[in-house]
């Protein structure tokens, strides 16, 4: 049974900096490539990041390139987020989802497992 759990959200400042991770377990992680994408009150989930099974393809939503970083340690089956200089518009849940393939992919129906979510607020 695979599951996957965030953690790490929380209430920060405009500017400030937060880390999300992501534990998944059920089967080699290091098959599968990993995503986060975060739903807004309102809005659509919409894609933030991706990582290939391997670590070394990343792809990331134009509205968080070069403020967020994604990395997998495939060892302890994690993945997080680093995200920096946070803006209010960065407030919502975020979910991490696991890849049904290795290549990392900005489409959600390539993803079949998700977590819960963890609220990320950014008050301005």
């Known amino acids: 049974q695979v599951q996957v759990v965030e953690s790490g959200g929380g209430l920060v400042q405009a500017g400030a900096s937060l880390r999300l991770s992501c534990a998944a377990s059920?089967?080699?992680?290091?098959?599968?490539?990993m995503g986060w994408f975060r739903q807004a009150p309102g809005k659509e989930r919409e894609f933030v990041a991706a990582?290939?099974?391997?670590?070394?393809?990343?792809y990331y939503a134009d509205s968080v390139k070069g403020r967020f970083t994604i990395s997998r340690d495939n060892a302890k089956t994690t993945v997080a987020l680093q995200m920096n200089s946070l803006k209010s518009e960065d407030t919502a849940v975020y979910y991490c989802?696991?890849?049904?393939?290795?290549?990392?992919?900005?489409?959600?129906?390539?993803?079949?497992?998700w977590g819960r979510g963890t609220q990320v607020t950014v008050s301005s």
């Open positions: 989802g696991q890849g049904r393939y290795g290549r990392s992919s900005y489409d959600q129906a390539e993803y079949d497992y």
């Open positions: 059920g089967r080699t992680f290091s098959r599968y490539a």
């Open positions: 990582i290939d099974y391997s670590g070394r393809n990343t």
